[in-house]
């Protein structure tokens, strides 16, 4: 079975940065699509970035585009979300997800979490002043 670990999340003030790291121990997370979800209290579990595995093509759903960057750090093997001028809305815990199959190529399917078999514990992600 496939095993994630998420590690970095905390306490930010609005407006501030966090990076978020996905580690594999026992299989190599290149050869994977790779996708970042997060669910807040009350909230649906939602996608938010997404790396595939034949291109390394990004993805990102609308509410994080252009402050969210998903990347590969292949030497250390973890998949890692940077997440910039954050903001209250972004509050939640962050999961990584690996499926066990293919993954449709465009927004929303990708983000559909029903397609995502192995999941990490979570980090929590909470933005206040």
């Known amino acids: 079975q496939l095993q994630v670990v998420e590690s970095g999340g905390g306490l930010v003030q609005p407006g501030g940065s966090l990076r978020l790291s996905c580690a594999a121990s026992?299989?190599?997370?290149?050869?994977?699509?790779i996708a970042w979800f997060r669910q807040a209290p009350g909230k649906e579990r939602e996608g938010v970035a997404c790396i595939r595995s034949n291109d390394d093509s990004t993805y990102y759903a609308d509410s994080v585009k252009g402050r969210f960057t998903i990347s590969r750090d292949n030497a250390k093997n973890t998949v890692n979300l940077q997440m910039d001028s954050l903001n209250p809305e972004d509050a939640a815990v962050y999961y990584c997800?690996?499926?066990?199959?293919?993954?449709?190529?465009?927004?929303?399917?990708?983000?559909?979490?029903?397609?995502?078999?192995?999941w990490g514990q979570g980090t929590q992600v909470t933005v206040s002043s």
């Open positions: 026992h299989f190599t997370l290149a050869y994977y699509t």
């Open positions: 997800a690996v499926p066990s199959g293919p993954v449709p190529k465009t927004v929303p399917g990708m983000f559909d979490p029903a397609r995502y078999d192995y």
